[in-house]
């Protein structure tokens, strides 16, 4: 176990002013509370260090929000350069409207760009979009996909009453039976199809999406007069430069982003198509630090990065180094582990281990050797992963491996 | 059922799990097992001695004490009375607050049924559970054995037992002492902060967990483990 003495005390302080110590996807409750910190002091590049100066070498990227690895250079400059001449202003900076055409070039079906904080902001703004421009009612979601923390869709359970849900529907993931259902049942009263580009639950496999599937939602909403929008919070940027519908070949109304755009600076985006502009300019959207320059020029910097180095191809093949390097090394230790899901943000799962206890026992061992790797939520590359630091990463994990065979 | 009735119902469900805790006997134990006369009456036994309302049970819970209905009484009444001996040592040994194991189980026990009444029965609880089930274990830290354990098999109801289950756990919970055991029964800690502190552990398939959880706090805001 690695020394965590200013880990617990931080936390107890924490806890005495702060509901739980820590919430959300944060809480050490749902990870692993006596084996991971409490709390980080700094990071660069893949490696990050806690509070009581413990090393880890990251395969969460901030959940997600880091994908050029932590303090990148060139953006850290240009962020630095922005700061400079202030952030939030009474009128909008111009960086603005540089990023809305940065992402309009990008983004093939988008001609318009508004901007956020956080993925839930947009996601449930989108929707409301939707409504506008269709006049209808129910949006319909996958069952158990996450896309926010707002009523209508948040994992929790506090704090909800009945009429929060009741305009929501859901289908099984790769289900385009029961989707086709439900639009006959509700026929011309949907207004919204929210989706992620692939399944990507907490406490599960990562399911894609089988063959046709894209192409029949597609075609469903195309149909029924029914809005499509990509929830492309937690890959975008991941599996294709272009925005994840260009990976699986199909093209929605609206997309949108978050996590990665900023590398770490909180900032969201909802891009659309021509149609849905003037419902766009119909529903209330502001913040008071949504105008952000700071985290726009952060966005535009990651963004001009993402396409010039191909990033998204660039994690997705270390992924694939790196995922097949895990499962190989499992199987040598007798263990039947699946890094399910794109390889840039796998998630893995051991066959037959539904109640978890093996992929938790397997993230403690290997948390001892300073490697984050969580046992309930994909994991991410980021392009500051190099061929130096997977090979490190996967010999500790060869070391995790063979104290797990010895514990059985 | 309404919302008095699951009260009423887990009240008198959790007293006769006390029994079984405290190893009455079991003809004694099987002379107070619940029944539900009709929506506003429950009776302990199949004999209808002792009968309270929705109403009187729940007073009986806040206070500690309250009256049984005289009619069905009188039908029976040395009968009746033992019985009511039989709640009053229910009732006192869990108002005991000693720190014992013993203690800790008690309460737990007592706990977990009147959550399973009402993850059986209420709207919202059942509508957070779901169709999920499997074995929810907790255990003293470093005890081989269970101190209960709630679970739910297919096309069954969530019920409580507390003798060790043969099948494997879904997730399991371990208390790192008897202090933290029991003051986690009455409410008193915060689940997140004593989880990150190690005051108790959490193996196993989580999100069962937050909602039982979850559905447990329900419950003891409704029904307050030691009355009010």
Partial sequence: MRSRSNSDQLFKRAASVIPGGTYGHLSPASSLPRHFAHFCSSGKGVYFHDVDQNEWMDFMCAYGAVIHGYQNPIIESAVEKQRSVGTVFNHPHEVSIELAEKLTQLVDFASWSVFAKNGSDLTTWSIRVAREHTKRTFVVKARGAYHGVDAWCDPGMGGRIESDRADILEFEWNDLEQLEGIFKARKDQIAAVILTPYHHAAFAPSVMPEEGFWAGVRNLCHKNGTILVLDDVRAGWRLHEKGSHKYFGFSPDMTVYSKALGNGYAISACVGIPELKNAASEVFLTGSCWSDAVAMRAALTSLEICEKDSVASLVLDKGKYFCSGLENLALEFNFKLRMTGPTSMPYPWFDGDDNLYRIQNFCQIASKYGLFFHPHHNWFISNAHDQVSLDKALALARSSFEEMQNEL | ?228
């Fill in chain 2, 1 to 228: 059922m309404h919302s008095e009735q699951i009260k009423a119902w887990a009240v008198s469900r959790s007293i006769y799990m006390g029994g079984n805790v405290l190893e009455i006997d079991p003809y004694n134990r099987l002379s107070i097992k619940p029944q539900i006369l009709n929506e506003h009456m429950v009776s302990f036994g199949n004999r209808k001695e002792l009968v309270f309302t929705n109403e009187n049970l729940l007073k009986l819970h806040r206070v500690g004490f309250s009256l049984p209905e005289i009619g069905f009484l009188m039908s029976h009444p040395f009968q009746a009375l033992k019985k009511i001996n039989l709640l009053r040592k229910i009732g006192s040994s869990l108002k005991a607050n000693v720190r014992s194991k013993a203690y800790l189980r008690l309460l737990l026990a007592v706990g977990l049924e009147a959550t399973a009444v009402h993850l059986n029965e209420d709207k919202k609880c059942r509508s957070i559970i779901g169709s999920d089930k499997g074995i929810v274990e907790f255990y003293l830290d470093g005890d081989p054995l269970p101190l209960a354990s709630l679970y739910k098999k297919e096309g069954s109801v969530w019920t409580v037992t507390i003798t060790a289950l043969q099948k494997k756990a879904k997730v399991r919970i371990s208390f790192k002492s008897v202090d933290v055991g029991i003051k986690s029964c009455l409410g008193q800690l915060n689940p997140q902060v004593c989880s990150a502190l190690g005051d108790y552990t959490i193996d196993g398939y989580l999100p069962l967990m937050d909602k039982i959880g979850y559905c447990a706090r329900i419950t003891g805001h409704d029904l307050p483990i030691l009355g009010s």
